[in-house]
């Protein structure tokens, strides 16, 4: 139980394309999912968190108009990267939060985008 | 500001060898806290956590992990390493501004050798 998707597993682009992401809980629904971003050889950074049916919260420094996240259902939120530069190639990693649980956070495989 | 600090950001033992991770947290309120593995291009697997139950908490793969309040510390420990727990551990902790935020750790790199 508590499988977290996400889509695709891996992205390539060009620079100034957008590319979207998905994130999908597959067996539980969730009130709030999140999103991460993590460089190689390092830790993950929360990039926003996202509440079903309203605006996600974005943490200080993250480009919200470039990182435009979307939670139409409790079983899915997607992340857009928009007008995408070299310096957003990372692993973008997601987590849901069971609505049945107050801490608990399952992680999805991540995602590698890859701007060229 | 909140933190969680992961003293030794790699870490080599013998298979068989006792594993020893460190984690320490910052917080005036007991936090919840986690350990996460992750394998090479892969997401995060919850080890074990704790939420002010039990102060020794044992999770998968043989794993466990003692909260020291007097320390502030949640180290974790596996008494033999196989070569399958070579991977990047990462510790956890619930914010203050809410229990569904988590701060990481820099995480810690377990290298398993013959």
């Known amino acids: 139980g508590a499988v977290v998707s996400q889509h695709p597993s891996w992205v390539i682009c060009k620079s100034g394309t957008s590319v979207k992401i998905e994130c999908r809980s597959l067996?539980?629904?969730?009130?709030?999912m999140f999103w991460y971003r993590q460089f190689p050889k390092q830790s993950l950074m929360l990039m926003a968190t996202?509440?079903?049916?309203?605006?996600?919260?974005?943490e200080q420094g993250v480009e919200k108009d470039k990182f435009l996240i979307n939670h139409a259902s409790l079983t899915l939120s997607t992340l857009t990267v928009t007008s995408a530069h070299p310096e957003d190639s990372s692993f973008y990693i997601c987590?849901?939060?069971?609505?049945?649980?107050?801490?608990?956070?399952?992680f999805g495989p991540g995602t590698r985008l890859t701007v060229t | 500001a909140q933190s969680v600090t992961q003293l030794g950001s790699h870490v080599s033992v013998s298979e068989g060898a006792l594993v020893l991770l460190r984690c320490n947290y910052s917080?005036?309120?007991?936090?919840?806290l986690f350990w996460y593995v992750q394998y090479p291009n892969q997401g995060l697997q919850l080890l074990l956590k704790?939420?002010?139950?039990?102060?020794l908490v044992k999770g998968i793969n043989g794993f466990e992990a003692e909260f020291k309040k007097s320390e502030t510390s949640f180290h974790l420990t596996k008494p033999s390493a196989h070569m399958s727990d070579a991977a990047e551990y990462f510790c956890?902790?619930?914010?203050?501004?809410?229990?569904?935020?988590?701060?990481f750790g820099a995480g810690t790199r377990l290298a398993v050798h013959p």
């Open positions: 987590s849901a939060e069971p609505t049945t649980s107050s801490y608990e956070q399952y």
């Open positions: 067996d539980f629904q969730a009130t709030t």
């Open positions: 996202s509440n079903e049916g309203s605006k996600a919260t974005y």
């Open positions: 917080s005036s309120v007991p936090p919840y």
């Open positions: 704790y939420t002010s139950a039990a102060t």
């Open positions: 956890a902790s619930t914010s203050s501004g809410g229990y569904n935020k988590l701060i």
